[in-house]
């Protein structure tokens, strides 16, 4: 089944007297259960991709479809809905609310989505689904960098999102906890046919896809699904 869609997607960003194009057309399905990673240099196109999947902006030529849904055809509060029900991301600055515990971080997300019953039991699951059951009370300054990208990880999955979009989830992390991050979400792939889209510049990242995507200048040069490759393989 596709999960998401774009159908000859161009994107273009007005500056000053010039227009820059992001997208020159770009042909992209996902299905569920993918693993995947779009890369490619600088200014190619991956978080603009990213950011239209995850229906945060909108194309200027082309479609965009979520579990089969015409994203043109959806107001901004139906889109809002869609991302807070539909969607998990994992950003590379973490975007943790320091105030908060990483439980209340967690809670947070279900509250958004609109959940209002056995709340306390999905985040309780969600943190040590992650290897956090015993830092739930802590808040982010008291946590290590691994730590906090555990917590976004488990904010994310919190609502059992069909898709999780993670842009450069490593790329604030040591190799050690980039390495253990990069196994946590194969093993959530591989057990609970958990769906991640990647953007990434990180060698071990685009060595563990199952499948990678390579933009340049805004096409799709090579799309390369890889043979199998085991969760803790990552070297």
Do not use: W
Not at 27 to 46: M, N, Q, R, Y
Not at 57 to 64: A, K, Q, T
Not at 68 to 77: E, L, Q, R, W, Y
């Amino acid at each position: 089944m596709a999960l998401c869609q774009l159908r000859n997607v161009k994107k273009i960003y007005p500056m000053g007297d010039l227009e820059v194009q992001a997208l020159r057309g770009v042909d992209l399905t996902i299905e569920k259960g993918e693993f995947t990673v779009i890369a490619g240099p600088s200014g190619s196109g991956k978080s603009t991709v990213l950011n239209l999947i995850g229906c945060l902006d909108r194309p200027s030529v082309g479609e965009v479809f979520l579990e089969d849904k015409p994203v043109a055809k959806m107001g901004d509060t139906e889109l809002g809905q869609l991302r807070a029900a539909r969607i998990g991301f994992i950003f590379q600055s973490f975007n943790l609310i320091p105030v908060l515990t990483a439980f209340e971080n967690v809670e947070l997300a279900l509250r958004l989505a609109g959940y209002t019953d056995g709340n306390k039991a999905r985040v309780e699951r969600a943190l040590a689904d992650v290897g956090l059951g015993d830092h739930m009370q802590r808040r982010p300054a008291q946590l290590s960098g691994g730590q906090q990208q555990r917590v976004a990880i488990a904010r994310a999955l919190v609502k059992a999102p069909a898709l999780v979009i993670a842009d450069e989830p490593t790329a604030n992390l040591d190799s050690h906890n980039g390495k253990a991050i990069l196994e946590l979400m194969r093993e959530m792939n591989a057990r609970d046919g958990v769906t991640f889209l990647f953007s990434t510049h990180d060698a071990m990242v685009m060595e563990q896809a199952k499948r990678v995507v390579r933009l340049v200048d805004g096409l799709i040069v090579d799309d390369t699904v890889r043979p199998a490759v085991q969760a803790g393989s990552a070297s």
